[in-house]
């Protein structure tokens, strides 16, 4: 992917697209997936993920250089790190993984501001490959090779009306 394709492809897709969707606070790839996956597995309530996903996901070529600037701008990601499901062991292990397990004593609230920006830094991350894989053409073919593939069988009687388990669609 070069610069000039992923800045057009982030202008159509998530803020032409989404606009044209009547999107609202969703002016990007898939930051839903992410928020949903890291508050799983950091026991936050995954029902917040309405809120939290809002992001607007902005790329840009740098004038002097050629490079890229990207950024995600989410007002309103709800996290904690005390408290509900982040008592549960393996959530527990995940936050302190991360640093940010418990209150700070020090700085009230500096371990969910904290989090909140590993929550961003991974949406930004995955804004970047998705978008990269969309410009370059490789979503689709890593689909189709993977994922929507007619399953090779030696019987010659095949029900092709048979749903192929770990595909999305009939063979």
């Keep these: 992917s070069t610069v000039t394709s992923l800045v ?3 202008v159509d897709k998530n803020l032409i697209g989404s606009a044209m969707a009547g999107a609202v606070g969703g002016f990007n790839a898939h930051a839903a997936n992410l928020v949903t996956a890291i508050y799983l597995a950091t026991g936050q309530d ?3 993920n309405v809120e939290s996903s809002n992001c607007i996901t902005l ?3 740098d004038k002097e250089n050629g490079d890229l600037i990207i950024s995600v701008s989410m007002p309103s990601i709800e996290v904690g790190t005390i408290g509900g499901g982040t008592i549960l062991e393996p959530q527990s292990a995940m936050l302190e993984l991360l640093g940010v397990k418990g ?3 020090d ?3 500096n371990n969910a501001r904290q989090l909140a920006k590993i929550v961003a830094s991974a949406v930004l991350a995955a804004e970047l490959s998705l978008l990269s894989a969309l410009a370059a053409g490789h979503l689709v073919q890593s689909h189709m090779q993977h994922n929507r593939k007619v399953a090779s069988t030696n019987n010659p009687e095949t029900n092709n009306d048979k749903v192929i388990i770990g595909s999305c669609i009939k063979s």
């Design 46 to 48: 995954p029902a917040q």
């Design 59 to 61: 790329m840009n070529e």
């Design 8 to 10: 057009e492809v982030n």
């Design 103 to 105: 209150a700070n004593v």
């Design 107 to 109: 700085q009230p609230g």
